[in-house]
């Protein structure tokens, strides 16, 4: 009787085990179907803060900063090289790896006007590549400057702009 | 009848070990399915945003009529000096309050921040713009302008 009690006693710890690991089995599995899922999301906030570092870098890069010809400004984009570079940009195709980017002056507010050759530097926009934005961008405050001239003089002109950088989805 | 109770008994125990684990899984996919928040303003942003205004150039110019920028306003603003738009002669603490007031109002438009405050002083106060809520989640940044051997403070604040 008491043999027959201990196998009984087994009997429930086997099966009790059995149903502790089906149990953590199946939370594990459901766990793991959570985070897959997740992957594309995590996927997307990375390409986000690249792009939110890359956005802060990019107005000291030479392609843009002012440099010392603005006497050692920081957070100032040279006007002039950015409207050069517009018109290199195919040599420089995945160089950023982004969509697009873009330089908004935010003050002093003019009716907005794309810049071109033909109305630079009456114009409020500056767009780097002729695409759509899509997807999510990432911006910063900068000060757009060119040289202006005052009787005999040149100056500094700047204004305060945002640059943005925009990055596709993730599919 | 002894048997009974003891089956009773461990039938019990396995359901509170299932409501323990249960429980302790919940707490950890609560944390795991929490979204990190993301920062309204990051503070980067508040720092380059005080670089890039102290840089803007203004219409008010010198007696050499050359635009001064704001941080040469602010330096004009502290000596009490005066500059000239349109050949009138303007107090540069005016024409500094003017311009911020503009740039703050198109720069900080979006609804991620809910009040803002920017004080600039040095001995004395100098400009102190404030609007909107003051919240207890806040980013600022602090820039220091040398000015005859004394220092202007500019300080900015933004509340999310």
Same mark, same amino acid.
């Given at each position: 009787?008491?043999?027959?009690? %201990? ?15 089906? /149990? ?46 603005? %006497? ?24 950023? %790896? ?36 899509? %997807? /999510? ?35 | ?160």
């Amino acid at each position: 009787m008491k043999n027959k009690y %201990g196998q009984i006693k087994i009997q429930q710890m086997a099966f009790m085990l059995m149903a502790v690991t089906l /149990f953590f089995v199946l939370v594990g599995m459901f766990l793991l179907v959570i985070r897959f899922s997740a992957l594309k999301e995590t996927a997307s906030t990375l390409e986000e803060k690249n792009a939110m570092l890359l956005v802060t870098r990019l107005a000291e890069s030479p392609e843009f900063s002012c440099g010392k010809a603005f %006497g050692a400004k920081i957070s100032c984009v040279d006007e002039d090289k950015v409207m050069n570079l517009k018109e290199q940009i195919n040599n420089y195709e995945n160089f950023w %790896g982004i969509e697009n980017i873009e330089i908004r002056v935010i003050y002093p507010k003019i009716e907005e006007k794309i810049c071109g050759f033909d109305n630079y530097p009456n114009c409020n926009i500056i767009k780097l590549y002729d695409k759509e934005i899509k %997807g /999510f961008d990432a911006s910063n405050f900068v000060s757009l400057c060119r040289k202006e001239k005052s009787d005999s003089e040149v100056y500094d002109k700047c204004e305060l702009a945002k640059l943005m950088v925009s990055y596709k989805k993730v599919k | 009848m002894k048997i009974g109770k003891k089956a009773q008994e461990e039938m019990v125990g396995f359901a509170l070990i299932i409501i323990i684990v249960a429980v302790i899984l919940l707490i950890f996919l609560g944390f795991s399915l929490k979204k990190p928040q993301k920062e309204a303003v990051e503070s980067y942003e508040i720092e380059s945003f005080i670089e890039a205004f102290l840089q803007y150039t203004s219409d008010c110019k010198n007696d050499r009529n050359i635009p001064l920028s704001i941080k040469e306003l602010i330096i004009s603003c502290n000596k009490n000096e005066k500059c000239y738009e349109n050949s009138n002669e303007k107090e540069s603490c005016e024409v500094l309050n003017e311009i911020m007031t503009g740039i703050i109002g198109e720069s900080w438009k979006t609804d991620l921040i809910k009040g803002y405050e920017l004080n600039i002083f040095s001995d004395k106060e100098l400009l102190s713009l404030e609007s909107g809520e003051k919240t207890k989640n806040y980013r600022g940044s602090s820039q220091d302008i040398p000015s005859e051997g004394n220092l202007i403070e500019v300080v900015f604040v933004g509340y999310y």
